[in-house]
T-cell receptor, first 113, second 111 residues
Framework: DAGVIQSPRHEVTEMGQEVTLRCKPISGHDYLFWYRQTMMRGLELLIYFNNNVPIDDSGMPEDRFSAKMPNASFSTLKIQPSEPRDSAVYFC???????????FGQGTRLTVV | SQQGEEDPQALSIQEGENATMNCSYKTSINNLQWYRQNSGRGLVHLILIRSNEREKHSGRLRVTLDTSKKSSSLLITASRAADTASYFCATDAASSYKLIFGSGTRLLVRP
């Protein structure tokens, strides 16, 4: 398996624009996590899914953020409208079942100018 | 919010020395995991220790867990320059599977 695949690797956008980040988890993994990493706040859990169903989205900063998982092999994290403070590295991770190791993608570095 | 806090925030050692990093957490857990992150890369899983285990080894890594103190330590023996990275502990809450990461320790191993 190629591992967790995220796209794009880098995204630069203007404030107010919509941004969509994509993630393909490892085949057969039941859990998918979205994290945001910044110097100030570290690695924050935004939302996680189990079998494509959102389980906990309490980490989503505000209504501008939304995440979907239409099927077992694809998830998106959307920011609309984007703001400069959304600039961060966004990671997707998956696990085969609960309480096991997480496999991370390479991340998407988002810059909002 | 972060469940775990690592200590120290940064550590600089000479190649060949041992490196010890500590993690404290707040609530009951099922497992505690350690991850490594090289600059600009994703996190890589190192080791998982279950709440009923006290010590675990993997190669040059040794992890201990003290659930009474809600703390864990990661020891890297005979460090190498290639061990330079950030190290994070991660915990899952006993009541729900939310994998929460600590603030991390930046390790620099000088050749």
């Amino acid at each position: 398996d190629a591992g967790v695949i995220q796209s794009p690797r880098h995204e630069v956008t203007e404030m107010g624009q919509e941004v969509t980040l994509r993630c393909k988890p490892i085949s057969g993994h039941d859990y998918l996590f979205w994290y945001r990493q910044t110097m100030m706040r570290g690695l924050e859990l935004l939302i996680y899914f189990n079998n494509n169903v959102p389980i906990d989205d309490s980490g989503m900063p505000e209504d501008r953020f939304s995440a979907k998982m239409p099927n077992a092999s694809f998830s998106t994290l959307k920011i609309q409208p984007s703001e400069p403070r959304d600039s961060a590295v966004y990671f997707c991770a998956s696990t085969i079942w609960d309480y096991t190791e997480a496999f991370f993608g390479q991340g998407t570095r988002l810059t909002v100018v | 919010s972060q469940q775990g806090e690592e200590d120290p925030q940064a550590l600089s050692i000479q190649e060949g020395e041992n490196a010890t990093m500590n993690c404290s957490y707040k609530t009951s857990i099922n497992n505690l995991q350690w991850y490594r992150q090289n600059s600009g890369r994703g996190l890589v899983h190192l080791i998982l220790i279950r709440s009923n285990e006290r010590e675990k080894h993997s190669g040059r890594l040794r992890v201990t867990l003290d659930t009474s103190k809600k703390s864990s330590s990661l020891l890297i023996t005979a460090s190498r320059a290639a061990d330079t990275a950030s190290y994070f502990c991660a915990t899952d809450a006993a009541s729900s599977y939310k994998l929460i990461f600590g603030s991390g320790t930046r390790l620099l191993v000088r050749p």
